[in-house]
């Protein structure tokens, strides 16, 4: 897989109208949607949860990333979590919202090539005047509650039966599915794929507590969240080029093969006859981290990025014998030149690690160029990246948030690679 990177606005939906009115009769200057419902919220957003608001750095003009303490998730997150979510913090007529240090708030997110972002229209309904946001929750915690897994995959999953392997049959509303059965720790584990709304795959795992997929393919391997893996799955799972895929739950082996890829293939086709879909299609809820072990003389890397078609954004990699991580970002600072020199700073769980940095520009090739910072004794930020939540990279005025999820599994394998 060649790493491409494009850049995409944050798509946010939102519903203009001439005036909007709050359940209090307070009017908003900009312009969202009228009557919002926890559904709504659940389906429009990446992320949903409340945490308090523990810190918040300027991320660009009138732009603020605010660092959150998860205390309840209902969408995306769990609780403990640390996310970084960037959001205006002009006035309320540009949809800028601002959120105080050491109070707890509801937002729900957008997951976009930046990183995940909200403004005013995804948080007035849960300011405490309005008068919605009790309704909201209890109805979001009822909603998440009765979705973990939902739906006739979830139930199929539930009951599934036979030996270990992979079969595909026939959902009581006419769609194929694909079942894994495995069985971990003497533990039955079933994986279940199907085509689901809106052009997208839908996944379901049994029992429900299991984390985390992983995929090992000829191009590396692939830790995938249980909450959003179905179609970067199925995209692995349908390169007919390496028939020999090796899955795993929760690090735990997981039947794979020849079975299994011609198991998904067949999913992929009943998905594009039924709704169009294509596993190439651009998806900027795929971001996702690969984990390529040395090969040929190459350096291990971890790289997150868009793995159904190949977007890179940001990588770690190292210098084995100089003990050092390189850490490289594809967000470069206004007016970069080669061979510049800029400050680079990494926050993670609110811990900040400084390195020198350094522009890498390239006269063609996939992307425009790379910020590339050393950390000599990186022991403490891979401490800190275990730990999951957000990742923010900045170089000057180029911020970039990922996901530490998913590289919280890959590190133990990373750092033998590198000796650390």
Same mark, same amino acid.
């Given at each position: 897989?060649?790493?491409?990177?494009?850049?995409?606005?944050?798509?946010?939906?939102?519903?203009?109208?001439?005036?909007?009115?709050?359940?209090?009769?307070?009017?908003?200057?900009?312009?969202?949607?009228?009557?919002?419902?926890?559904?709504? /919220?659940?389906?429009?957003?990446?992320?949903?949860?409340?945490?308090?608001?523990?810190?918040?750095?300027?991320?660009?003009?009138?732009?603020?990333?605010?660092?959150?303490?998860?205390?309840?998730?209902?969408?995306?997150?769990?609780?403990?979590?640390?996310?970084?979510?960037?959001?205006?913090?002009?006035p309320s007529a540009s949809c800028g919202v601002q959120f105080a240090t050491g109070q707890s708030f509801t937002v729900a997110a957008q997951q976009g090539a930046s990183g995940l972002s909200t403004t005013l229209c995804s948080t007035w309904m849960f300011l405490p005047h309005v008068g919605l946001r009790d309704g909201l929750l209890a109805e979001m915690r009822r909603l998440t509650a009765s979705t973990a897994p939902a739906g006739e995959l979830g139930r199929a999953a539930a009951q599934a039966s036979g030996r270990d392997g992979w079969q595909v049959s026939a959902?009581?509303?006419?769609?194929?599915?694909?079942?894994?059965?495995?069985?971990?720790?003497?533990?039955?584990? *079933?994986?279940?794929?199907?085509?689901?709304?809106?052009?997208?795959?839908?996944?379901? /795992?049994?029992?429900?507590?299991?984390?985390?997929?992983? *995929?090992?393919?000829?191009?590396? @391997?692939?830790?995938?969240?249980?909450?959003?893996?179905?179609?970067?799955?199925?995209?692995?799972?349908?390169?007919?080029?390496?028939?020999?895929?090796?899955?795993?739950?929760?690090?735990?082996?997981?039947?794979?093969?020849?079975?299994?890829?011609?198991?998904?293939?067949?999913?992929?086709?009943?998905?594009?006859?039924?709704? %169009?879909?294509?596993?190439?299609?651009?998806?900027?809820?795929?971001?996702?981290? /690969?984990?390529?072990?040395?090969?040929?003389?190459?350096?291990?890397?971890?790289?997150?990025?868009?793995?159904?078609?190949?977007?890179?954004?940001?990588?770690?990699?190292?210098?084995?014998?100089?003990?050092?991580?390189?850490?490289?970002?594809?967000?470069?600072?206004?007016?970069?030149?080669?061979?510049?020199? @800029?400050?680079?700073?990494?926050?993670?769980? %609110?811990?900040?690690?400084?390195?020198?940095?350094?522009?890498?520009?390239?006269?063609?090739?996939?992307?425009?160029?790379?910020?590339?910072?050393?950390?000599?004794?990186?022991?403490?930020?891979?401490?800190?990246?275990?730990?999951?939540?957000?990742?923010?990279?900045?170089?000057?005025?180029?911020?970039?948030?990922?996901?530490?999820?998913?590289?919280?599994?890959?590190?133990?394998?990373?750092?033998?690679?590198?000796?650390?």
């Open positions: 897989m060649t790493p491409i990177m494009h850049w995409a606005a944050v798509k946010i939906v939102l519903v203009s109208v001439a005036t909007l009115l709050t359940a209090s009769g307070a009017a908003l200057a900009c312009s969202c949607e009228r009557n919002p419902t926890a559904a709504g /919220i659940l389906a429009q957003h990446q992320m949903v949860f409340t945490g308090i608001a523990r810190s918040s750095v300027t991320a660009g003009p009138q732009v603020s990333a605010t660092t959150f303490e998860v205390t309840e998730g209902f969408k995306g997150v769990a609780a403990k979590a640390t996310v970084v979510v960037r959001h205006p913090d002009g959902l009581p509303d006419g769609r194929l599915a694909a079942f894994g059965i495995g069985t971990i720790d003497g533990t039955r584990h *079933v994986v279940a794929l199907a085509c689901g709304a809106g052009k997208r795959p839908e996944l379901a /795992i049994e029992p429900a507590a299991a984390r985390t997929l992983q *995929v090992e393919t000829s191009d590396g @391997v692939w830790i995938f969240p249980t909450d959003r893996p179905a179609d970067a799955l199925a995209a692995g799972l349908l390169d007919r080029m390496d028939r020999q895929l090796r899955l795993a739950i929760d690090g735990k082996t997981f039947p794979g093969g020849p079975d299994a890829v011609d198991a998904f293939a067949k999913i992929g086709k009943d998905c594009e006859q039924r709704s %169009g879909w294509q596993y190439s299609q651009d998806d900027d809820k795929q971001m996702l981290w /690969i984990f390529r072990p040395q090969q040929g003389g190459a350096a291990p890397f971890l790289i997150f990025g868009k793995p159904a078609t190949g977007w890179l954004l940001a990588d770690l990699s190292c210098e084995p014998r100089r003990q050092t991580l390189v850490v490289r970002s594809t967000a470069l600072p206004r007016g970069a030149r080669n061979g510049q020199a @800029v400050s680079f700073k990494i926050r993670v769980d %609110g811990q900040e690690y400084s390195a020198p940095a350094r522009i890498k520009l390239f006269a063609d090739g996939d992307v425009a160029g790379f910020v590339v910072a050393r950390l000599t004794k990186p022991q403490k930020l891979l401490d800190s990246l275990r730990k999951g939540g957000e990742v923010t990279l900045v170089a000057k005025d180029a911020v970039l948030d990922v996901q530490a999820a998913g590289v919280v599994a890959m590190l133990p394998p990373f750092e033998r690679a590198c000796g650390f």
